[in-house]
């Protein structure tokens, strides 16, 4: 699997949207669309962005009973995403029914992801409110075993964990990354940031990258710096 840049459009509308978008002339970025533009905008933005030609990762973080997911899953699959994920914390059972929904007639699917633990649960929530024991780490690498296990592709992580993940599952299997910044650049709420440099060491696959791209002053310099650091 080739490394790339995802841009994470986290915008209310599609005008907002398909105006950043407008600014991108040459490369056509990847770009990640999660719940706020799904829930405002249906699945038409999805076919508007993947007629301008750009891959999409849509991200809606499956998790339900798993004929729930498998028939959501179906409907999904007909809407040419390339890449979906769901929560490995809703059970292999579950991983491989959304598998089963994804792929379509023909043999074909979308890349299929889990989300381990969300980077906003701390351990201590994970403890207390989740009885999850053990630390943060071996659950991350039990929840990506299981993942693999369950046949899907790869896992959301930190880079920090890409090459435990790679180690554990093996190099195929893919890590997806957010949690990127410039070196020296503002954090904002992410808490363990890393490069797009660093991301490349660790041994990231494609890192997922917002406000530094669309907050810039100038997106399509920044996605092209991130494209020149990473790929
Ligand atoms: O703006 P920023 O680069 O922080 O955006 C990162 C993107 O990755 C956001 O869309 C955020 O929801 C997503 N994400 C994350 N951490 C995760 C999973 C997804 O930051 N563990």
Known sequence: MNRDVIIACDFASAADTLAFLD???GAKPYVKIGMELYYAEGPQIVRDIKARGHK???DLKL???PNTVEKAMRVLSRLDVDLVNLHAAGTRAMMEAAL???TRPDGSRPLLIAVTQLTSTDAGQMHDELMIAGDMAQVVMHYAQNAKAAGLDGVVCSPL???KVH???GHGFLTVTPGIR???ADKGDQQRVTTPE???ELGSDFIVVGRPITAAADPVEAYGRCVDAFV
């Open 198 to 200: 660093m991301a490349k």
């Open 23 to 25: 600014r991108f002339t």
């Open 63 to 65: 998790h339900d009973i």
């Open 100 to 102: 089963r929904g994804l």
């Open 56 to 58: 999409i990762f849509l």
């Open 167 to 169: 180690e554990a599952c």
């Open 161 to 163: 964990e890409a090459a």
């Open 182 to 184: 410039f070196a020296g």
